[in-house]
């Protein structure tokens, strides 16, 4: 029976503790801060990150795993245009939507053939 207890994971993190609180670190820092246009971290960038900082190769599943081992979330950031006008907004959905909506599915029973249409 004791030959058959777990010996533990069978590799270690690539990343250890200190050296996540680095990679951490630089995410702060944000993606310009790296040379990316945008204010948006892809695990792309985070693997590009973790290979030019520590030299270590990650894939982008193993990036995902090693995020949310130590609490990160997948977040999408809310994108609004300054000039956007709420009031403007809601006037046209409840003026203008119902006109520009498609029908619901009809009450009639419809027919599966291309050729010739259910009768009434």
């Known amino acids: 029976m004791p030959a058959l207890g777990s010996k533990g994971p069978p590799n ?7 050296r ?14 790296h040379a990316w246009p945008d ?21 982008l599943q193993g990036v995902y795993y090693l995020l949310v081992r130590n609490g990160w979330s997948h977040q999408v950031p ?15 959905v ?3 939507w119902p006109s520009v909506e498609t029908p619901g599915r009809r009450w009639t029973p419809g027919s599966c053939s291309r050729t010739k249409p259910a009768s009434p």
């Open 39 to 59: 204010q948006t971290w892809t695990l792309s960038r985070i693997k590009t990150v973790i290979g030019r900082r520590f030299h270590k190769s990650y894939t």
């Open 12 to 18: 270690h993190p690539l990343l250890s503790a200190e």
């Open 78 to 92: 809310a994108r609004r245009a300054v000039e956007r006008d709420e009031a403007a907004i809601a006037r046209w």
């Open 94 to 96: 409840k003026d203008m």
């Open 20 to 33: 996540f609180a680095v990679l951490e670190a630089e995410l702060e820092r944000g993606p310009v801060a």
